[in-house]
């Protein structure tokens, strides 16, 4: 039951914005003609921001969560030892879990409302991906929209940590090597 609201309300919002963009016609943002040091630079620029805010987390929820999560792996550790089946160690394995689900809740609110500070106060991914005079035309409501959505992008970006944005770098450091190489080969580039 759960599922299909998500898939009506989904639906419903996809809708809607059909709607709006039909009636509103905002104009196309065109994409900079980067290359591939400009979007490695970046994105190492993001990766080291984030690395910043992974460590920040670590510092501001190790002294509220550290030593509650340290004892309750010890009782897991030494139930663990002492049990001869998993029954009598569920009753340490689900609040550990449990302890650490919420640890993990925590450092993740912490670490999307640092990236949405660090979006807020201008470094972000979408603008530049844009064409700056495109982006500097826009107005209205196409403006700020295309700010907050920004803003919004970047900040789960960074809270999704470094290790997110080094495997895009990968990535797309891959397929550059793959295009450049099919091109000097004479072979049609593929997306």
Do not use: C
């Not at 998500?6 to 039909?22: S, Y």
């Not at 460590?55 to 897991?76: F, G, H, K, M, Y």
């Amino acid at each position: 039951m759960r599922k299909r609201w998500f898939v009506i309300v989904a639906m419903a919002i996809t809708v809607a914005f059909a709607v709006v963009a039909g009636v509103w016609k905002p104009e196309f943002v065109q994409l900079w003609n980067f290359g591939r040091d400009d979007f490695l630079r970046v994105l190492t620029q993001l990766i080291a921001i984030a690395l910043i805010i992974e460590r920040a987390v670590e510092v501001l929820i190790s002294p509220l969560r550290s030593e509650e999560t340290e004892r309750r792996r010890l009782a897991l550790a030494i139930q663990s030892e002492r049990a001869s089946d998993i029954e009598s160690v569920l009753p340490y394995i689900n609040p550990y879990v449990g302890w650490r689900s919420d640890t993990q809740k925590i450092a993740f609110s912490i670490s999307l409302g640092l990236g949405l500070l660090v979006a807020i106060i201008g470094m972000r991914a979408l603008q530049f991906l844009a064409d700056p005079v495109v982006l500097n035309g826009l107005r209205g409501t196409q403006a700020t929209l295309f700010r907050i959505v920004d803003v919004v992008l970047t900040g789960a970006l960074l809270a999704g940590g470094a290790d997110g944005l080094h495997k895009l770098a990968s990535l797309f450091t891959s397929y550059v090597e793959r295009a450049t190489e099919r091109v000097r080969l004479g072979h049609p580039v593929r997306m």
